[in-house]
């Protein structure tokens, strides 16, 4: 099948690979001509814009940072509406419902059917092809282009309403930031108390207050200092205030997340934006004055 890939950065640079891999035939889209010639050089086609990707594919999927850029990338000047061959459009990114919904609309005055399809996994998932897919849009649609999600991993197809995936995945989103947040309070908290941090993982990780913190991240990347999960603060700041914003807006309270998103700003004003999630311990540690590291078992 010729499928249409654009943006090819810590996630879609996996997943463009791992469709070549799979037989398809990917013409692929970045900014950066770099990651252009790496993936052209597993065989995919290289494309000098969206509209140019449209114009060979009827499917063009998107892995994109922002909602911005998807919404310029999808609707803009030399953007996938454009394409003269492009039939549906795979939104792999986490724009919000509101904008998914917005994409939708333009699309679909040019005949194009958009699927939102977020995914949840990190870099490791999208490499693996281990993927949580959250589809929603048309059924017939989604049917039609299942076994090329399933590359990526597990599909779920959330619901034929526009922007429904999103909704999934900003939820989704907020427990793993929240489960990162209150595992680092956690584990200063045991570290400045005397405890030895890989010992404490292990008794969560066998009792009740286990979750994605403790059973990967911690051990991987901050316990050993590398921080290096592959997913910026600023990233997950801005889903963690797409999803305050939609929650706003359904009149659902937030005070938990409300209180993560102020960790996360903290996080991103003394380490920056583009910090690894993972050093959301290292305010917490700051302030402690102890630091959750041990060399590897």
């Known amino acids: 099948m010729d499928l249409g890939f654009i943006g090819l950065g810590n996630m879609g640079a996996h997943m463009a690979r791992r469709l070549a891999e799979a037989g398809h035939r990917v013409i692929v889209y970045d900014t950066r001509q770099e990651a252009i010639g790496k993936l052209a050089a597993l065989g995919a086609v290289a494309a000098r814009s969206p509209a140019e990707v449209a114009d060979a594919a009827e499917t063009v ?40 919904q917005r994409i939708c609309k333009l699309l679909a005055a040019r005949n194009i059917v958009q699927i939102d399809s977020p995914v949840s996994g990190g870099v490791s998932g999208a490499e693996k092809g281990t993927l949580a897919v ?54 200063v908290m045991g570290v400045k108390a005397g405890l030895d941090p890989r010992i404490m993982l292990d008794v969560i990780n066998a009792g ?6 403790t059973e990967d991240k911690f051990a991987r990347v901050v ?34 997340i409300e209180a993560v998103a ?24 700051n302030r402690a004055g102890v630091k959750v590291r041990t060399p590897a078992p």
């Open 262 to 285: 102020r960790l996360l700003r903290l996080t991103c004003e003394e380490l920056g934006p583009d910090t690894d999630l993972t050093s959301i311990v290292r305010p917490v540690e």
């Open 134 to 187: 959250m589809a929603s849009g048309p059924r017939a649609e989604i049917a039609a282009i299942e076994p090329v999600l399933s590359v990526f991993g597990k599909v779920f197809v959330v619901s034929e309403r526009s922007g429904a995936g999103q909704t999934m995945k900003l939820v989704n989103n907020v427990l793993s930031a929240t489960a990162m947040a209150a595992t680092s309070e956690a584990m």
């Open 223 to 256: 316990l050993p200092g590398t921080f290096n999960l592959g997913f910026t603060a600023g990233l997950m700041m801005k889903d963690v205030n797409l999803c305050l914003a939609e929650a706003k807006a359904l009149g659902v309270p937030m005070d938990v």
């Open 61 to 100: 999927m998107a892995s994109l940072p922002t909602p911005d850029i998807v919404l310029a990338v999808a609707t803009g000047r030399h953007g996938v509406i454009e394409g003269k061959r492009v039939r549906r459009f795979v939104d792999l990114s986490t724009t919000g419902s509101v904008m998914a």
């Open 208 to 213: 009740t207050g286990r979750n994605t913190a």
